[in-house]
């Protein structure tokens, strides 16, 4: 392997003047990148870039848009299909939407490896996207605190919450709008990675809806849309 290569992830890709590919990347050492995939349609293509596709790149240039010198496949990686699919291109838009070019994160890259090991080897994935929302909101510094209140006192489990992006969670003390709080017990259970409990991911849903929607402003994710025209057991995103 030539040290100049770097693992990346195929995040989305589109058709570039005649044969090109406009290609968003995620890299381990530069994060977030757009790139310029030559020949990626041509009829004498060696490799496409796919959804979800693990590869070994090599990248030049110096703006924000940058040109693939190299790319070679990092190994088998498994074709998501149905809801798999959608929830996995979910993971792919809120990374575009939500990185910046070129920051590094490393760890977030781990994350997102593990999130599409874990999609292609289960059905169950709504405990996997809830639980990368909520790595995405740490990683990038959006994160807060599951276990206290804005007022500093421990999260109760017997009590309900409400958030605030600029407080934090805060006790619901009105007793006709208890019911659309969030149950302590959930956000505790939330704090300590256990996404077992259907009433845990109900809550989860709605919080991360509520704090990811802050920083992802008022455009829709396509991948939700797609997710919600087609025949589905639930609604994960």
Not at 55 to 64: A, I, K, Q, W
Not at 207 to 214: D, E, K, N, P, S
Not at 223 to 231: G, I, T, V
Request: proline letters at 5%; a positive charge; charged letters at 20%.
């Amino acid at each position: 392997m030539q040290p100049s290569l770097s693992p990346a992830y195929v995040l989305h890709s589109r058709p570039y003047r005649d044969s090109s590919a406009l290609v968003d990347l995620l890299t381990l050492h530069q994060g977030l990148q757009r790139v310029v995939w030559r020949g990626a349609r041509g009829q004498r293509r060696k490799l496409a870039p796919q959804p979800f596709m693990p590869l070994l790149v090599g990248l030049t240039g110096r703006s924000e848009l940058k040109t693939l010198t190299q790319a070679e496949v990092a190994g088998g990686f498994a074709q998501l299909q149905g809801e798999v699919l959608f929830s996995g291109l979910y993971l792919n838009e809120l990374l575009i939407r939500l990185l910046s070019a070129g920051d590094s994160q490393p760890m977030l890259f781990a994350a997102y490896q593990s999130a599409l090991e874990a999609l292609a080897g289960s059905n169950q994935v709504e405990p996997i996207l809830r639980r990368f929302e909520w790595q995405l909101l740490a990683i990038l510094g959006y994160g807060f605190s599951l276990t206290e209140d804005a007022s500093g006192l421990p999260v109760s489990a017997q009590q309900r919450y409400v958030w605030h992006a600029a407080e934090g969670l805060q006790r619901v003390h009105d007793p006709l709008v208890a019911g659309a709080g969030l149950p302590g017990q959930a956000l505790l259970a939330m704090a300590a990675d256990d996404w077992t409990d259907t009433s845990t991911l109900r809550a989860a849903k709605q919080l991360m809806r509520q704090a990811l929607g802050v920083h992802l402003g008022d455009r829709p994710l396509v991948s939700r849309q797609l997710f919600a025209r087609q025949p589905r057991k639930g609604d994960e995103q």
